[in-house]
């Protein structure tokens, strides 16, 4: 997967100023060993997911990979230091592919993220110390470790922004190499480079040193004018994509494109025939495509010709046209945050799935390699058994050829020794001695090789035939006892196979590979804690200290009822009742009450019951007395008060059809008698993106829900399934 570019850094980094100033940092987490994924909250537009890719990318994402169940170290200290934390600038480094984000709490912290090399994400005190690196290094005089000071790496190349004339002048009078060597070096990277050649008309193999002042004037000009948009922050993001043979070159209809720069190559470069390290290449543009040379790397398609056909599926994400793209398919977008989420993102989804793939393919592999193993061996001893019983059935078939072969070989022994003895039926077996013809070899213990019926067998001369008969014997017996062991394991193994196949499918099948959260537009009451009771009215409650003030001082009205529970840190539930004929039933109020309590600070204590209590609206009063102070989201209640007592802690979620289908989480009574599909919760200790995912899996067959839908109406804190009871 190709790196991002320091002139897409520059696009992502200023339209991640523009978005995240101000911001508040929420959570951190590390999906896999590269990728840290910040969320942020963003104000007036909420939940905002940033993905840092270490030597990859950096850009917002709407495709957030699943949150590891056990975090490493490195997002939990980001959590410590960040959670809370503003966010006060976000800035490119020197037009250098580092990304450095301003955050301020208590104190100062800096976020520095490298994408250059095998990258890096670093944070740093007020003082530029490290405090954790995700990746700890000592390279080319730089010390990436904790407490150490962070040192940038050496400048080089130029500042294409700022280059004046005079420089580019510089530039080529001190290079020893072709001009778009000389300049793809410089920071421009291969496909800049070819695009500026491309642009300008002068011969890019020329020798730096001898271009004239007229090719730099023009080399000059086209530089200037391919970038002139990043000057004026008129991004022209694209994901543009080859135009297949045989497919017509369609209009352009949105996206965004990145490029290999200096320190890297590209993976589309990494895939063309002819290779050379970035710092030494410059890609091919269309026109020049046949002068390609081994010194060059071609990291372009090349145009369509009758006798070339283009290379299939190469796609690239960049902010700014080029001619170089010109024949190519281009989807637009509105940022170029956008264009590279939809870019990688798709290409980091296959990844997670490979990786998770290659894990369980390893672990299954094992007892897949076990189980071989076993039935080779059951096939060895039962193989044994029958070789062994037929050679010590031909030592007596042949008894009277081995007894009169042994009785000559004991003779002998009285005079000569083994080998000697070797030597001479060696020498008999050639000059045709009919006993010495079942003689293959033998050796200097006495130990013989014989020939029967095709069948070699090892016969000892100290020994009798029955005697060597019976070693045979024996070794086929003791195959035939370790074979019932063998099938016990071999059975044992196959069901461990079994087991473990069936965990990887299991396994597979929870990979979340990155769907796309699409942001969908809330109902009023949605922005809001809310169920309708069973009686048809509608019960809203806050979330917050904010939407406890919204609920009373916009909702509340003078027939409604107001509920809260009898705890410090409970939501403020209104009952409305709208156009309802008599008083509010009981049966809404005791309904009411369970969403007062299950979303109160009892659930996170892990209580099973809690009381509330209920007045009229002209009860409830932001107006303190003389000296007191009401915090914001709190109330003072004047007045008697209506106890509902042990109330108990239990919300079902289900989904219903409320001017559309929408999630409900409520009380069971009242979930139950708008749809059949819905479970109950109760406090318990199952972190709640588990218990939502296991929700999401039970009510949301068709997945009309995202896990997002179904965390954000579940109570505050662990939660576990009230079995399958139903109401």
Request: proline fraction near 4%; charged fraction near 35%.
């Amino acid at each position: 997967m190709k790196a991002m570019s320091n002139v897409d850094l520059y696009a992502i980094s200023h339209e991640l100023d523009e978005l995240l100033k101000e911001a508040r940092v929420q959570k951190a987490y590390q999906p896999t060993r590269d990728t840290v994924i910040i969320r942020f909250h963003v104000p007036g537009k909420g939940r905002v997911d940033v993905a840092f890719q270490a030597g990859l990318r950096v850009h917002t994402t709407q495709y957030p990979p699943e949150n590891p169940k056990v975090p490493p170290s490195f997002p939990m200290l980001l959590r410590k230091h960040l959670k809370n934390a503003t966010v006060k600038g976000v800035r490119q480094h020197n037009f250098d592919r580092i990304l450095e984000i301003d955050i301020q709490k208590e104190h100062r912290f800096t976020l520095v993220v490298e994408l250059f090399s095998q990258g890096n994400i670093i944070l740093l005190d007020e003082d530029n110390r490290i405090i954790l690196p995700l990746k700890h290094r000592h390279a080319q005089g730089r010390k990436i470790t904790s407490k150490e000071e962070y040192q940038y790496p050496e400048e080089r190349g130029i500042h294409i922004l700022n280059v004046e004339l005079e420089d580019l002048k510089d530039l080529f009078a001190n290079s020893d190499s072709d001009l778009i060597r000389t300049l793809a070096r410089s920071g421009l990277g291969g496909m800049y480079s070819e695009e500026i050649f491309l642009r300008s008309g002068v011969d890019k193999k020329l020798p730096a040193h001898e271009v004239s002042e007229s090719d730099v004037e023009a080399i000059y000009q086209s530089m200037t004018e391919l970038f002139k948009p990043l000057k004026t922050f008129k991004f022209q993001p694209q994901i543009v994509r080859e135009v297949i043979e045989g497919e017509e070159n369609e209009d352009e209809t949105s996206s965004g494109v990145t490029e290999p720069n200096q320190h890297e190559t590209s993976e589309s470069t990494k895939n063309e025939a002819t290779k050379t390290t970035q710092d030494e290449s410059a890609e091919t543009t269309p026109d020049e495509a046949k002068e390609t040379t081994p010194d060059k790397v071609t990291g372009i398609t090349q145009k369509k010709s009758p006798d070339k056909k283009p290379k299939k599926g190469k796609e690239d994400v960049l902010p700014l046209d080029i001619l170089t793209y010109q024949d190519f398919k281009k989807e637009r977008f509105e940022t170029f945050n956008q264009a590279a989420d939809e870019f990688y993102s798709g290409k980091v989804g296959a990844d997670i799935k490979k990786v998770q793939e290659d894990i369980w393919a390893k672990e299954v592999g094992k007892y897949e390699k076990r189980l071989r193993i076993q039935e080779d061996t059951l096939k060895k001893f039962q193989k044994t058994i029958i070789e062994t019983k037929k050679k010590g059935n031909l030592l007596y078939a042949h008894y009277s050829e081995v007894q009169n072969l042994l009785d000559i070989i004991h003779q002998a022994r009285e005079k000569f020794s083994w080998m000697e003895i070797a030597s001479k039926l060696k020498k008999a077996r050639k000059e045709g001695m009919v006993e010495a013809q079942i003689i293959e070899s033998m050796d200097k213990m006495g130990v013989l090789l014989l020939n029967l019926e095709g069948e070699r067998i090892t016969v000892d001369a100290n020994l009798e035939i029955p005697e060597n008969a019976e070693k045979y014997y024996n070794k086929g017996k003791k195959a035939k006892r370790k074979i019932k062991g063998v099938n016990i394991a071999i059975e044992r193994t196959k069901k461990d196979v079994e087991r473990k196949r069936n965990k990887r499918e299991m396994a597979l099948e929870r990979v979340q590979v990155p769907q796309k959260r699409v942001r969908k537009e809330l109902k009023w009451f949605e922005k809001l804690r809310w169920f309708l009771s069973s009686e048809g009215l509608l019960v809203i409650g806050g979330r917050d200290a904010g939407t406890n003030e919204l609920v009373v001082k916009r909702y509340l009205d003078n027939n409604d009822i107001y509920l809260h529970s009898d705890i410090h840190g409970a939501p403020s539930v209104v009952i409305k009742k709208g156009e309802v004929e008599g008083e509010i039933p009981e049966s809404t109020i005791q309904e009411a009450g369970t969403l007062a309590a299950s979303f109160s600070s009892a659930w996170n204590k892990g209580y099973g019951s809690q009381d509330v209590y209920w007045v009229h609206p002209d009860q409830v009063s932001k107006t303190p007395q003389s000296g007191e102070f009401v915090a914001r989201g709190a109330f003072i209640i004047r007045g008697s008060r209506n106890y509902l007592r042990g109330i108990p802690l239990k919300i079902a979620v289900g989904i219903v059809d409320y001017e559309g289908e929408r999630i409900m989480a409520g009380p069971a009574e009242a979930v139950a008698k708008y749809t059949d599909n819905y479970v109950v919760l109760k406090p318990g200790f199952t972190k709640k993106e588990e218990i939502a995912r296991a929700v999401l899996k039970k009510i949301d067959p068709e997945r009309i829900l995202t896990l997002e839908d179904v965390i954000r109406v579940l109570p505050s804190g662990k939660c576990d399934f009230e079995g399958k009871k139903r109401y």
